[in-house]
């Protein structure tokens, strides 16, 4: 982790394919991925509205089609888990397009508020002492695709974030009017616990937009950063995206306290690619 604490890559955007292969192939993600076996790749689909408040399909569909160039046998799979109560995460899979490249690419699909789950404890985690996760999100090597969003309760939704889509409903709705409802009590204390247990492995956020108030409505960034963002560190990634929003990252709780424990905000490293 040493070599990639505090370190980001970054990549002007072109077009999907060509900026996030030469982002991937600049990063070295290749060399680092499990051969033969299971990617997770990890939108952000909240709720079935178009990007930038979603990741675009295109971005996925690109790095699908690198992966599957330049990592033949690895098993890649798209998963994630809305927060919407009012239907469920094969909605938004096919209303964002990504049933029909799911088709074409013949990737698999899951539902990650429907997999099978693993329980597991941490006495360090005081807000979350146990938690459930898929197990697919603990054995696959795990890519994040977050948007750069702001968030009115968290601050800022970037990659460390993005890891509640994993979170069941099953055990973190608790009655609330989203399916993840029972984070919104010490949410910053929760993204941090839950990283705790599973983080990115590796992060690809889509800032070629960028939303500046908040993750579901409001203005954009003016001027858009057009930039694609990358980095095995999410402490990292995520200090560059509040940077990207004009905010200070030890103002924003989850990343503030994962400096020096998950990663690195300070001094950063931004590699351009």
């Known amino acids: 982790m040493e070599k990639d604490e505090g370190r980001v890559f ?9 900026s996030i292969a030469d982002l991937v192939d600049g990063c070295g993600l290749i060399e680092r991925l499990p051969k033969g076996g ?79 789950l693993v329980r597991l404890e941490n006495k360090i985690c005081r807000r979350l002492p146990e938690i459930y996760l898929p197990k697919i999100a603990l054995e696959s090597f795990l890519i994040s695709l977050p948007m750069l969003k702001a968030h009115t309760l968290a601050g ?6 993005n890891m509640m889509g994993m979170a069941p409903p ?28 599973r983080h990115p492995d590796f992060t690809i956020m889509d800032a070629t937009i960028g939303m500046i108030e908040a993750h579901l409505w409001g203005p954009t960034c003016e001027p858009p950063p057009n930039q694609l963002v ?15 929003l004009a905010r200070d ?3 924003i709780g989850h990343i503030q306290m994962a400096q020096g424990e998950l990663g690195r905000a300070e001094p950063l490293e931004v590699a351009a690619i």
């Not at 970054?10 to 060509?18: H, L, Q």
Request: proline content about 4%; hydrophobic content about 45%; charged content about 20%.
């Open 156 to 161: 800022v939704t970037l990659t460390m974030k």
């Open 249 to 251: 990252w030890q103002e």
């Open 38 to 116: 299971k990617v997770l790749l990890k939108p952000n689909l909240v709720e079935a509205v178009k990007p930038p408040i979603t990741t675009p399909v295109e971005l996925v569909a690109a790095l699908i089609k690198h992966l599957q160039q330049r990592a033949p046998g690895l098993e890649v799979i798209v998963g994630e888990g809305v927060g919407a109560k009012d239907y469920d995460t094969w909605h938004s899979f096919a209303m964002l397009g990504y049933t029909e490249m799911a088709r074409q690419l013949d990737v698999e699909l899951v539902d990650l508020n429907e997999a099978e």
């Open 170 to 197: 099953s055990h973190y709705q608790q009655g609330g009017h989203w399916k993840k409802a029972s984070f919104h009590t010490q949410i910053q204390e929760a993204i941090l616990d839950l990283n705790r247990y």
């Open 230 to 244: 990358a980095g095995f560190d999410p402490v990292a990634v995520d200090a560059y995206g509040c940077a990207l």
């Open 10 to 18: 970054v990549t002007g955007f072109i077009d999907w394919e060509k």
